[in-house]
């Protein structure tokens, strides 16, 4: 389905971002995606070590939340701005946009367990709407 | 039905023996019913659903929460939910997810923590008991729609 963010969703994002932007770092390193879906390893077979605990997992979680600081950044215009990204992982690194949801569940997962009181149903439902736009906008190079 | 290990058995029973269903039960459904607006599709007699300030607090919300916790190992619910209600099947996934939410909203690491101390693997890493909890309730939810065929 298609959604737009409306402005009220835009708001409850950056606000809901300002709070944890802090320990945004922490949030990408525990959205252990590689570890939970197990299927993901396909894309890390050059790891070693693909545990919670291995050092490259938790980077790469955190260059991935790099990602979605910059979606938010960018909220405004997320197919423009993220245009370079979705080459990225169109051409280069052809990841199946079916992995953008399960990053989304781990993501959502773990802000309910780092931001109990600020995870609220209405920041769930605007970070979930956020999360699938940023989706598609990853998705725009693919074909 | 579905077939459950012995350890999805311990993890469920863990998590679900420190649940105080009468504050989760409610959280879940008007979670599920405020993220994904469409399932209200069910609940036209319910009362007032306009937005998140009237279904929080809605009290024939919050019993039927309390209602989904206690009836998921009950078959004949599910016969209920599939063939007189009908019900989108798709719909226990989404009341799964925010159950899930919810569960970690309360437990925080805790969460992880029962798992683990849950878990008979020896070498259970972090995440892939997290996912045994993430996966036990999404199942039991589905055994629960199973339940019907």
């Known amino acids: ?143 | 039905m579905v077939e459950w290990t012995d350890q999805e058995r311990s993890i469920l029973n863990a998590i679900f023996s420190s649940l105080d269903y009468e504050d989760v039960g409610p959280k879940a459904l008007s979670r599920c019913l405020i993220v994904y607006p469409w399932t209200q599709r069910y609940f036209a007699g319910f009362g007032n659903l306009y937005n998140p300030e009237a279904i929080k607090p809605n009290p024939n919300i919050a019993n039927h929460g309390i209602k989904v916790l206690h009836g998921l190992d009950r078959a004949e619910l599910s016969v209920l939910h599939s063939e007189k209600l009908h019900v989108d099947p798709d719909n226990f996934k989404l009341l799964s997810d925010c159950l899930t939410i919810v569960i970690a909203t309360k437990m925080g690491n805790a969460f992880t923590g029962v798992i683990q101390a849950a878990s008979r693997s020896s070498c259970s890493v972090l995440p892939r008991t997290f996912h045994g909890a993430r996966t036990s309730v999404e199942k039991r939810l589905r055994s629960f729609e199973i339940m019907a065929h």
Request: charged share 20%.
């Open chain 1, 1 to 143: 389905m298609t959604q737009h963010l409306t402005a009220k969703d835009k708001q409850v994002v950056t606000t809901f971002w300002s709070k944890i932007a802090s320990k945004a770092d922490d949030l990408g390193a525990e959205s252990m995606l590689v570890t939970v879906y197990p299927q993901t390893k396909t894309y890390f077979t050059h790891w070693k070590d693909t545990s919670a605990s291995s050092t490259q997992v938790r980077k790469h979680g955190i260059t991935v939340m790099g990602g979605v600081r910059e979606a938010i950044g960018k909220i405004d215009n997320l197919t423009g701005g993220l245009l370079t990204l979705s080459e990225l992982h169109a051409f280069t690194l052809r990841v199946d946009p079916a992995n953008f949801k399960l990053f989304t569940q781990c993501m959502l997962l773990v802000s309910a367990i780092m931001f109990p009181n600020d995870f609220t149903p209405e920041v769930h439902l605007a970070m979930d709407k956020f999360m699938a736009a940023l989706a598609r906008a990853l998705s725009e190079k693919y074909r």
